[in-house]
């Protein structure tokens, strides 16, 4: 029997089922092939002009979040600092500053950029991929007016959307 050889002279790259040729990609809940429907992506700025010296709460990140992202939007003499809803200090608490790096917290791995290069603009952020399994803080130390915080995160979704059909056809005949 001859043998189909074709799959071996078309150049295919394996999906995310390993199949080659399948064409499946990753969704962005990280689904293999999936249509976006399995999680939610919450994001916002925090923007708000702050007075007071000091540790402020901008964002609370809940139990279950992934793909972590909080950013300062431009570069500023303030801080991010992270903490857990339980109290144990994850980043920059107590006043005092850490180094960037991999931190562990929330059952996570978060990664702290405090990019330090004079021309650079870019400002501090707070990456991980989750999932969280406590609900966490995002704080900012103010020290000068606050150019604001980019964050989000994505959430399972509570129940999965499932589209709607427009017929109403009784079961059964
Ligand atoms: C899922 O979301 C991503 C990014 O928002 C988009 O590029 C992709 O087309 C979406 N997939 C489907 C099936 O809607
Ligand atoms: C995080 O968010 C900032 C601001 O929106 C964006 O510039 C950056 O590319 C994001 N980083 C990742 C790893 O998604």
């Known amino acids: 029997a001859e043998v189909n050889r074709s799959i071996f002279t078309v150049p295919h790259s394996p999906g995310c089922d390993h199949y080659l040729g399948s064409g499946k990609v990753m969704d962005k809940c990280g689904v293999c092939g999936g249509d976006n429907a399995t999680c939610r992506r919450i ?11 000091g540790y402020h709460k901008i964002v609370e990140i809940p139990e279950g979040a992934t793909k972590i992202n909080i950013t300062e939007m431009v570069k500023s003499r303030n801080y991010l600092a992270l903490r857990s809803r339980s109290g144990r200090s994850i980043i920059n ?7 960037p790096g991999k931190y562990e917290g929330g059952g996570t791995m978060f990664t702290y950029r405090r990019p330090n ?3 650079s603009t870019a400002g501090e952020s707070f990456l991980a991929t989750g ?3 406590e609900i966490l803080d995002v704080y900012m130390i103010f020290q000068q007016p606050n150019p604001g915080v980019h964050y989000e995160y994505m959430l399972p979704s509570e129940k999965p959307v499932v589209p709607q059909q427009p017929s109403h056809r009784p079961e059964g005949r």
């Open 93 to 99: 608490g107590n006043w005092a500053i850490d180094r």
């Open 117 to 119: 290069e004079i021309r």
């Open 131 to 133: 999932p969280t399994n």
């Open 43 to 53: 994001s916002g700025v925090f923007k708000h002009s702050l007075t007071k010296v």
